[in-house]
Every structure is written in C-alpha cells, then in structure tokens.
C-alpha cells in the first residue's frame, strides 16, 4: 500500500516569499500524484495534478509542482505567495494500476501568510 | 461550488447516538467515496462506493456503515457514537471509479460527539 509523507506541519510566510511545501511517497509502481487546497471553511479542492509526461505541471493561482520518480517527491512551489494563499495543502497519491486503490492523502500542511 | 452536496452540515449529538449523514454526488459521478477528517488522524479513506455497489475499504469502524442508493446518493451511518469521532466527515465523488484519483469534495459534516 501507498503512503504519503509531508514534512512540514506547518508553515508561516509573509506575502511575496516563495514557497515550497515537501511531499513523499512509498509505493514501486506507477502513481497519480496530486495537490489538494483546503481554504478554511471550504471543501478539498484540486491545486494540480501528475499523470504522466512532463514533470512539471502547472495547476491553479500559480502554483506548480514536480514530480522527481528517483526520490519518489512531488514538492508544491509557488515564487511568491498571497495571504489569500492561506490554507491546509494536503498532497495525495493513487496507484496508478487499476486494482481499486485508494487516494491515499498525507497529513496536511498548513500555510499562514501575514500580510 | 464543487456539485457534492453533504448535509447536515453540523450535527451535535451524545455519546451512544447514531447518526446518518447524507452525500449526492456530482451529476453524472457514480462514485462516491467517505472520508473521515480530524486533527490528530488527518484525511482518512472510510470507504468507496461505485454504482451502488462497495469498491474499497478503507479504516472504516465497525460501528459505521454506508450505502450507496439507485440515485446514487450515499449515507454514511455512524452508531453507538464516541467522543474521538468527532471530525469532519467529507464525501467525495468521481465519474467512474476513481482511478484516475481526481476527486471532488463536498463541504462536510461536521460532527459533535459530546
């Protein structure tokens, strides 16, 4: 079974700094890998997602992210972040076999920006 | 507006209760997954179901039980309540059987066990 690690708990910026919020998994095989947003209140929502192809990809509000197989990371980046960007990310993997796996989340990451 | 509706979306009850929370999925998704949220557990799969029909099995208590309907709407069932289930209880839901991974989440229930 997959597992998620995100290291950092939780994050304190100030507007304009970058971010980079870590994420690794355990599991051989081929993955899906995902960032999930959750600003308070609200629902989960998708920030970007990893099929196959290019490494890096590029999701909503500027954020990206990238896929590095070797260290089995899908570390979240965004050059300069807003205090609206605050909010719990929370990175996910599924197998990508078809043997009705589940999306397997980490333990969140929660981002304050002061203004 | 994700189209996962939850309801109630805050439920306060005792200890031994039992509750039932409710899930329509998007228009068109036939899956639909429940996931348990609380501080010290993180986002934790409870279970999937996909057409009607139990597709995965996550940490999901004996106590709890959920159904998905011929609407596909789904309830997940939760009895002989205690204080550590207190969370956030979300829904989620996928067109076919979420292999893929991308899901849409509902707002949540949240639940008060006192």
């Known amino acids: 079974a997959q597992s998620v690690s995100q290291h950092n708990h939780h994050v304190i910026l100030s507007e304009a700094a970058s971010l980079e919020l870590g994420c690794n998994y355990s599991?051989?095989?081929?993955?899906?890998l995902f960032w999930y947003v959750q600003y308070p209140g609200q629902h989960l929502q998708l920030l970007l997602k990893?099929?196959?192809?290019?490494?890096l990809v590029k999701g909503i509000k500027g954020f990206e992210a990238e896929f590095i197989k070797s260290k089995f990371s899908f570390n979240l980046r965004k050059p300069s972040v807003q205090w609206s960007d605050t909010a719990e990310y929370f990175c996910?993997?599924?197998?990508?076999?078809?043997?009705?796996?589940?999306?397997?989340f980490g333990g969140g990451t929660r981002l304050m920006v002061k203004p | 507006d994700s189209g996962v509706t939850q309801t109630p979306k805050h439920l306060i009850t005792a200890t031994g209760q039992r509750v039932t929370l409710r899930c329509s999925p998007r228009s068109g998704d036939l899956s639909v997954y429940w996931y348990q949220q609380s501080l010290d557990q993180g986002l934790q799969f409870l279970i999937q179901y996909y057409n009607g029909e139990e597709r995965a099995k996550g940490n999901i208590l004996e106590r709890f039980s959920a159904q998905q309907f011929p609407d596909l709407h789904s309830e997940l069932n939760l009895s002989s309540l205690e204080l550590g289930d207190s969370a956030l209880y979300f829904c989620?839901?996928?067109?076919?059987?979420?292999?893929?991974?991308?899901?849409?989440f509902g707002e949540g229930s949240r639940l008060t066990v006192l």
């Open positions: 990893y099929f196959s192809g290019d490494p």
């Open positions: 599991y051989g095989g081929t993955v899906n």
């Open positions: 989620a839901s996928s067109p076919m059987g979420g292999a893929s991974g991308e899901l849409f």
């Open positions: 996910a993997v599924i197998a990508n076999n078809n043997a009705g796996n589940m999306l397997t």
